[in-house]
């Protein structure tokens, strides 16, 4: 019994730390200066936004996949940034994209990243570049 009991503890502790992980993190991605979301890379599913994201894209993320989101794209985007990790796993390039749904030029990069549920998902930063490329402030 007592070993159950130890078992019991040390998941429970485990978990624990794992929920203090998840809001840390969650706390560093709201705080970021880049507007920062999360994605599925099987799916394009957005599993976390930020709030620069969220302040973009009110409402509920849902189940839709980023580029209908983002862009209202039925596919993903052929600039995507993941297709450019997914070709070169070590690299994270930046990609200059034209945001016409927002009226936004960004840079976006993108890279692996482990989740709370032990998956590897695709972790992309847009940064907005819109005053540099078009002189408007």
Request: glycine share 4%; net charge neutral.
């Amino acid at each position: 019994a007592a070993a159950i009991i130890s078992t019991f503890l040390a998941n429970e502790r485990g978990e624990q730390e794992k929920a203090k992980y998840a809001i840390a993190l969650n706390e560093v991605l709201d705080n970021a200066e880049a507007a920062t979301y999360v994605i599925d890379p099987a799916s394009y599913r957005v599993i976390f936004a930020n709030k620069k994201i969220q302040a973009l894209i009110p409402g509920e993320m849902g189940n839709a996949p980023c580029h209908k989101l983002f862009r209202d794209y039925d596919a993903p985007c052929p600039e995507c940034p993941l297709s450019h990790l997914q070709r070169n796993p070590q690299a994270c390039e930046a990609v200059e994209i034209y945001n016409k749904k927002l009226n936004l030029w960004v840079e976006t990069a993108a890279n692996w990243v482990t989740w709370s549920d032990g998956r590897r998902y695709a972790i992309i930063s847009c940064n907005d570049i819109t005053r540099y490329k078009t002189g408007r402030t």
